[in-house]
Structure formats: C-alpha cells, structure tokens
C-alpha cells in the first residue's frame, strides 16, 4: 500500500506493477542503463490510485472474494482511512491450516448426528 503523509491509503503498487514499469524498457536499454532506469522510478509512477480496501470487521470470505475477484496479492486493511495492517495471500492459507481442523471436527459431528443428507463437497 502506498499511503500520503496523512496516513490515508491512496493507492497500492504490486510485482506485476513495477514489471509492467520495466517491461518496456528491459528490450530496449543494455544492462548497465536498466539499473539506472530501475532507481529512476518513483512509486508514485507506478501505483494504482483508488486502491481496493477493507475495514478490520470485514468477513474472511468477503476479503477472500474480493481478492481472487480482482486478482489482488494482498489487500490493505483500514480504519477511518488509516492504513492498519495489510491481508495477504498467506494470511489465507494460515488461516485455512489452523482452522482446517476444527472444520473437519464439525463436519464428523454433523454427519454423525445424521445429517449425511447435506454434501458439503
């Protein structure tokens, strides 16, 4: 996330950014040239204004959609407009391993309480 001296989240710049800033200029400039193209670039050149956010009351499955919706690597997380903290494809799959127990547990409870009638595949 890229925030103004505010704090306020004003937009974000992601790897496939700062490649696509490169792309062009990585088949046109010899070595030497590209690494100094490579520090001329500001963040400010490349980042995604109107970032997509949320607050930290949003449900896991919204932040979830709204991430494979738009193909978002991470999305920041925000209250009252200040930047706190950001979501990232890892914290997912954190949260699946921890949680992937206590799921299959429910789901053995509820099949043994004769409820096979339901698939949850």
Do not use: W
């Not at 949003?58 to 978002?72: G, H, I, Q, R, W």
């Amino acid at each position: 996330p890229v925030v103004n001296t505010e704090g306020d989240v004003v937009g974000i710049v992601s790897h496939r950014d700062l490649m696509r800033s490169i792309a062009g200029a990585e088949s046109e400039l010899p070595v030497g040239e590209l690494r100094d193209f490579l520090k001329s670039i500001k963040v400010a050149e490349i980042t995604n204004k109107g970032a997509i956010t949320v607050e930290p009351d949003t449900d896991v499955a919204e932040a979830a959609s709204l991430m494979l919706e738009n193909k978002l690597g991470c999305l920041p997380v925000v209250d009252n407009e200040k930047l706190v903290g950001i979501l990232t494809e890892a914290d997912f799959v954190k949260f699946v391993a921890e949680h992937v127990a206590v799921i299959s547990e429910v789901y053995d409870k509820f099949q043994e309480e004769g409820n096979s009638h339901y698939d949850f595949s």
